[in-house]
Every structure is written in structure tokens, then in C-alpha cells.
């Protein structure tokens, strides 16, 4: 940048004094626009060049640009028609609406969170929680932190600190995010001791590593992958009869935790927690988002001598729920102990009928009107979200051919994307999929305006 154009930049005084400025502090309070402006220049000054001097409309111009990035809605809701539905990327499932009504309730009052209306004293904020839990899994206690990884890290850490704990080798894995049993193991101060090998594990195998320095032995369920082939694991009522023989309790890690039989919805047999605490496990860690699908959470079921022990440890207070999420996960459960389930987002997706879903899809391709470009296919739809691996749902999608064009898939894919509610599909081999699935009620109106808008916008069609 010229000395010139350094020498008409404006002051921060005269920017302040503009109409313009008056209209924005409105809006913005005076410390964050003098500050933004401050970062601005700086900016300016720091450039070796620019193609024109810096004039008030300019400043004003990016001014706004900096304060939308400051005040961008956070996430944003946007619509998913990319063939996953628990995508984690994209906030996992929609609550139900109860859930949502309850975190809006308590958020916007006064609450009884941790007051005894009864006995007019304090009283404990998982009263109902433990309630509900005990009651769906059969558990004796239960307790709830901010989420899974949380929670088999205090379990670990309250229990077995300076102690081994034995895991089978095919289960010694990363589970997603950077989240490796090896090192929560190591984080929590206990010792991870290997037990049988990879393909491999015998009950045998386990006791044969049991001595007076066993913390527990830990299973950790295989939620996001499948080791197949030449392969044994032993049942866990049978790990757990051993295990009794040698006072070793048993720790589970489930994952994304299942409460309901998920063959209903034609899809593989998911262990619940159910079947864990009937098995005799000691202790049950899962998520109550994923196939429980509530908000983000980690719950502890299982043996009273061991939940109290984790309800005493420090880190429990650090980790514990919020009452927003807390009153969220109630009413989610309460709609499990009501048998109401298939209201909850995650379970009427996949109660969906596949001729619907077809239907809606030949729709869209006779009205859009491009028959060389359109076609309606089979697809797999995914469960994700690290649960049920390997496992997919039968549906539809609209098929948009980019081939034989100039345009690609991307273009579509990024004006989608663009929009005041963000679209987001799928693209392979230059083609773009839209499945309908996870659409929401009445997002399928909006869905198909965006694809006819943006389609006309590219002279895909008329």
C-alpha cells in the first residue's frame, strides 16, 4: 500500500462519527464496534498493497461482513438428505419435541433442581433420573454425566485407579474421535492388561490374568465395527459367572446404548442394557443421545456398591449434567416408560415405509421435469452415529446425473449448501443424491423449492 493510501485511511474518530456508525450501535454495542474497526485497520495498514484508497463505504462494508461472522447463528439448524442418520457431523438425531419442550421449560424458570418439594431441604438433582433408569434397565443404581467417554473414564478412574484392568485385544480399540480404550485407561491411572488375541478370546483367558492387583475386567461393545471370519467371543453371562467365582466385577462399555429391540425395525439384533444388567454386569456405560436419542449425555446402571463409590469420587461434580440436558434426557426416557418411543426423531425415521419414501422421491423427479438427468434409485441408508455397524435401512433417492454436463455435482451440491437453510446431500461419481429419509415433517416442500430453484438457477431445467 502507497503512503497515500496509508495517509487516507480514516481515523477511528471520523468512522465513529458517521450516520452509518449510529445505525450499527443500534445493534452492536460501541466496545465491540470500535474494536472490530481497531482490527480492521490494522489490517489495512498491514497489506503492501490495495487497488484503491479505503473509503467509509468500503470500511462499513467489511465492518458488516466481521460483525455476521461475530453473530452467526451457532449451530445452525440445516436439512438432511444425506443417507445418514445419526450423522455426527450434523448433530446426530433431532429430540423429540417433549425433550425440547422440557430444556425450554427449565431453562426459562425457576427450578426444583436440587430442592425437595416435600421435605422442603435440599435434595438430589437425579432423583427422578435414577427412577426412570432403574426402572426401563433393572438396574439397583444409576448416575449421569455429560456423556459416554466421560463416563467410562470416571467408572474407571473411581474404581480401578493403580489397578489392571483386563480387556480382550479385539476389543482394545478406537471407538471414534480420538477415543482409544488403550489411553482412557492410562488417563484414568488404571494398567490395561491384553487378554486372548485378536480374532480370538476365551474365558479362559481372562481368569488366567486375574491376581490380587485386578481392578475389573472391562468388555467394550464393538458399536462401530464388526470383526468377522475365524472369530470367538465368549458370552457375557459367562465372563460374569467366572468373573463372580473370582471377585472381579465386570464393566461394559455399550457405546450408543440401545433400550428397545431394534429386529422391530428389521434391522440386526443391538444389545440393550437390559440384557447387560440380566447378564449380571456390574456396571453399563452409554450415551443417551445416539439410538437412545436424547441430548448428549454418559450413563452409568448397575451394581448400588459401585454406582455409590463413582457418586463419591470429585470428578463426578465436574462431569455432571446441566439442568438443560438433564430435564432433555427425562423426558426423553419418561417417553420410553410410556411406550412412546416411536415419537422420539431417531425411531419414526425408521419406522418410515419405504414405498413413501418412493413415492415422494417419483414425485419430485415428475415434477423437476429432466428425465436425462433424473432418475430415482435404491439406496442404503446408514444408521451412524458409531452404532449398529455395518448395518443400513432400505430407501430411495433422487438421483441427479452430472456426467454428460458441464456443471458438476459440487456446484449443485455448494448452492444447496448456500442456502438461508443449509441442504446437505450426497455426491458420488460426479452424481448428487438426495435421499428423503431423514427429512423432517414438512421440510419436503422446502426441499423440493430448493432443488427447483437452484436447478433453474444452473439451467438444469426449465
Avoid at 301 to 329: F, V
Avoid at 390 to 419: H, W
Avoid at 427 to 440: A, E, G, R, S
Amino acid at each position: 500500500m502507497s503512503n497515500n493510501h496509508l495517509r487516507n485511511i480514516p481515523s477511528i474518530q471520523k468512522i465513529s462519527e458517521h450516520k452509518l456508525f449510529k445505525q450499527f450501535s443500534e445493534t452492536y454495542s460501541r466496545e465491540i464496534l470500535i474494536n472490530e474497526l481497531r482490527i480492521l485497520l490494522d489490517n489495512y495498514r498491514d497489506k503492501k498493497s490495495l487497488d484503491s484508497d479505503i473509503t467509509l463505504d468500503f470500511i462499513f462494508q467489511d465492518l458488516k461482513l466481521k460483525l455476521d461472522e461475530l453473530y452467526e447463528k451457532h449451530p445452525k439448524e440445516i436439512i438432511n438428505v444425506s443417507g445418514v442418520i445419526l450423522q455426527t457431523n450434523f448433530g446426530r438425531a433431532p429430540l423429540p419435541i417433549q425433550a425440547i419442550k422440557a430444556m425450554e421449560r427449565v431453562g426459562s424458570n425457576y427450578s426444583n433442581l436440587e430442592y425437595d418439594l416435600e421435605e422442603n431441604k435440599r435434595g438430589g438433582r437425579l432423583k427422578v433420573f435414577k427412577k426412570i433408569i432403574n426402572r426401563l434397565t433393572q438396574a439397583e443404581n444409576s448416575i449421569v454425566i455429560n456423556n459416554n467417554a466421560s463416563a467410562v473414564f470416571l467408572g474407571l478412574r473411581a474404581i480401578c485407579s493403580d489397578k489392571e484392568v483386563l480387556v480382550s485385544r479385539s476389543e482394545s480399540v478406537e471407538i471414534g474421535g480420538g477415543f482409544r480404550v488403550p489411553d482412557v485407561l492410562s488417563e484414568s491411572n488404571a494398567i490395561l492388561i491384553d487378554v486372548g488375541t485378536t480374532n480370538k478370546t476365551y474365558v479362559k483367558d481372562y481368569e488366567s490374568k486375574i491376581n490380587s492387583r485386578t481392578g475389573c475386567i472391562l468388555l467394550v461393545h464393538q458399536s462401530n465395527f464388526k470383526i468377522e471370519g475365524f472369530t470367538f467371543k465368549p458370552e457375557i453371562k459367562d465372563i460374569v459367572k467366572m468373573a463372580n467365582k473370582n471377585n472381579v466385577p465386570v464393566f461394559y462399555d455399550l457405546g450408543s446404548g440401545c433400550l428397545i429391540d431394534t429386529t422391530d425395525y428389521s434391522l440386526k439384533y443391538e444389545p440393550t442394557v437390559q440384557d447387560a444388567i440380566s447378564d449380571g454386569v456390574d456396571l453399563v456405560f452409554f450415551s443417551g443421545d445416539k439410538l437412545i436419542g436424547g441430548p448428549q449425555a454418559g450413563i452409568i446402571a448397575g451394581k448400588d456398591e459401585y454406582i455409590k463409590i463413582i457418586e463419591n469420587h470429585p470428578l463426578t461434580r465436574a462431569l455432571r449434567l446441566d439442568k438443560i440436558l438433564l430435564s432433555g434426557l427425562i423426558a426423553t426416557l419418561q417417553l420410553y416408560l410410556s411406550d412412546k418411543y416411536k415419537e422420539i426423531p431417531l425411531w419414526n425415521i425408521l419406522n418410515k415405509k419405504t414405498e413413501d419414501i418412493y413415492k415422494l422421491v417419483v414425485k419430485w423427479k415428475k415434477n423437476l421435469k429432466n428425465d436425462s438427468i433424473l432418475q430415482v434409485t435404491k439406496s442404503s441408508t446408514m444408521i451412524g452415529g458409531g452404532s449398529i455397524p455395518e448395518q443400513s435401512v432400505d430407501s430411495y433417492s433422487l438421483e441427479i446425473n452430472f456426467e454428460k454436463s458441464s456443471i458438476k455435482a459440487d456446484t449443485l451440491n455448494k448452492k444447496l449448501k448456500s442456502r438461508k437453510t443449509p441442504i446437505l446431500s450426497r455426491i458420488k461419481d460426479n452424481k448428487l443424491y438426495i435421499d428423503p429419509i431423514t427429512i423432517l415433517h414438512g421440510q419436503e416442500n422446502e426441499v423440493f423449492k430448493a432443488l427447483k430453484e437452484e436447478m433453474k438457477s444452473l439451467n438444469i431445467i426449465d
